[in-house]
């Protein structure tokens, strides 16, 4: 069988039987031929040994059979936990609730436990949702709360006293705010300001907000967290907007009308014949 | 034994003369989102540790059978896919820990540490290597991000893990330490420290 040889200075190729002493072509020594080894035929049987992972079929395939085993597994993990998950989330939502009433420290079932103690009812104004609670006696109201901080949603929940004159205390969850600065409003510190916070400005409106940390300039605004302006406006937004949502209940009108001095009193009026109302229904 | 901790093996080589990090510059993006406090950066360093190794380990069993063509995009699957199944089982068995990752997930995902591993190593090497890589490299990634929370912590707040460590009687806290921007100044003093040390001409 003839055999490929290549000779290096010219850089022609020929076939011969074997190794010739000269290039035939131009006639340089045969230290400077080469044989040329067929890498089609050496390499051939090999690949047939395994598939060939570059042929389109079979990344095709591949390809479909990863998504279907990934859809599976992804399927099959989430459907059998969703009964813990959903069970753990209520449980989360419970022990928010109760945090926002300023009862902390409290895990696995003491939390539906005290849940269940504390929350006397569960109402709703506009199709709004809100609670009853009953703290050592003492009847509070907790309003939760929806808004928008800078990567996504916040939620809370606000206590507010029975007379609806001052916080109670407070409640933030974020979706995905900015870990060490905006994601700051999730913890304790934070939220502990809103315990005794007026709610009424002077002439008697809603103006319970968080402003920039150290800003503060009256009662009812609540330092924010440094670093993280958006995020600290968007619970700004979201307490005052909340608020506002039931705010049939926090305020009536002659409230905002009030003069000046009266507002305490006013306000403490309204919501005792709000109290009231709420009772009779 | 001795090769396991030897400098250049797969283990020990990331943590210092190959660096995710200060040598290969890669992950930056996270290192400065997570890094405002030291308990986050912590958190996501073991996260992406964790992560490494595991996906490491699955694309470098499948490496051979893996169509050359959608290798990004089978190497993605597989993090992608493990991540989401990590934190569904958290979710269900351990949700105060879910709770405080769930920001990380989405990070862990798009790391370009986990696709730089998987592409540069995992693809050419067996599992045992491929996870000491994915730990080497975890490790290096989380070495860089505690530096970087530990100072941005201490001066930002003057504390460290939420404990007060500058009193705030006389320390005025630095707000330009908590801007994202300080990061990655801070990335950059930390990579020129380690090149004055270890001679960027080495390699």
């Not at chain 1, 305020?251 to 306000?267: G, N, Q, R, T, W």
């Amino acid at each position: 069988m003839a055999k490929k040889f290549k000779c290096n200075i010219c850089g022609q190729t020929f076939e011969a039987d074997s190794m010739p002493d000269k290039c035939p072509i131009c006639m340089a020594d045969s230290s400077n031929i080469e044989e040329v080894v067929e890498a089609s035929a050496e390499n051939k049987p090999a690949k047939k040994k395994g598939l060939d992972t570059n042929s389109n079929v079979y990344t095709i395939v591949y390809a479909a059979v990863m998504v279907i085993i990934v859809a599976f597994l992804l399927a099959f993990v989430s459907s059998s936990l969703k009964d813990i998950q959903e069970a753990n989330v209520l449980r989360d939502t419970k022990n928010q609730i109760l945090l926002s009433l300023n009862i902390e420290g409290l895990e696995g079932q003491a939390i539906d436990d005290k849940y269940a103690e504390v929350i006397t009812s569960e109402k709703e104004l506009n199709g709004n949702k809100y609670y009853m609670a009953n703290v050592d006696g003492a009847v509070k109201y907790v309003f939760p709360v929806k808004g928008r901080g800078l990567w996504g949603g916040l939620w809370g929940y606000l206590s507010v006293d029975e007379d609806m004159l001052h916080t109670f205390g407070a409640y933030f969850g974020h979706e995905s705010e900015t870990a060490g600065l905006g994601a700051r409003i999730n913890e304790r510190w934070f939220q502990q300001q809103f315990t005794g916070a007026p709610i009424f400005d002077a002439e008697g409106n809603i103006a319970l907000t968080v402003v920039k940390a150290g800003a503060k300039s009256a009662d009812y605004e609540i330092d924010g967290v440094t670093g993280a302006t958006l995020t600290s406006n968007g619970v700004a937004a979201m307490v005052n907007g909340g608020l506002n949502v039931f705010g049939d209940i926090i305020k009536v009108a002659p409230c905002a009308s009030a003069p000046e001095a009266e507002v305490e009193e006013v306000a403490a009026e309204c919501a005792d014949s709000l109290q009231a109302e709420v009772e009779n229904n | 034994m001795s090769k396991l901790f030897s400098k250049e093996s797969p283990l020990v080589s990331p943590l210092n003369l190959n660096n995710p990090v200060a040598v290969q510059v890669l992950g930056i993006c996270s290192a400065l989102a997570v890094t405002s406090q030291l308990e986050p950066a912590i958190v996501m360093g073991l996260s992406v540790t964790v992560i490494t190794a595991f996906s490491n380990v699955i694309i470098s069993l499948l490496r051979k059978t893996i169509p050359n063509r959608i290798r990004i995009i089978v190497q993605l699957v597989v993090v992608a896919t493990l991540v989401t199944i990590v934190s569904q089982v958290l979710k269900a068995f351990a949700y105060d820990v879910s709770v405080q990752l769930s920001v990380y997930v989405g990070l862990i995902i798009t790391n370009c540490i986990l696709m730089g591993r998987l592409e540069a190593f995992a693809m050419q090497n067996g599992p045992w290597e491929s996870c000491l890589d994915g730990i080497g490299n975890g490790l290096g990634y989380a070495l860089i991000l505690v530096i970087v929370g530990f100072v941005r912590e201490l001066f930002g707040f003057g504390t460290l893990l939420g404990f007060e460590v500058l009193p705030s009687s006389w320390y005025v806290t630095n707000g330009m330490m908590v801007m994202p921007a300080m990061s990655l100044i801070i990335v950059g003093c930390v990579i020129w420290a380690h090149r004055a040390i270890n001679g960027e001409e080495k390699k």
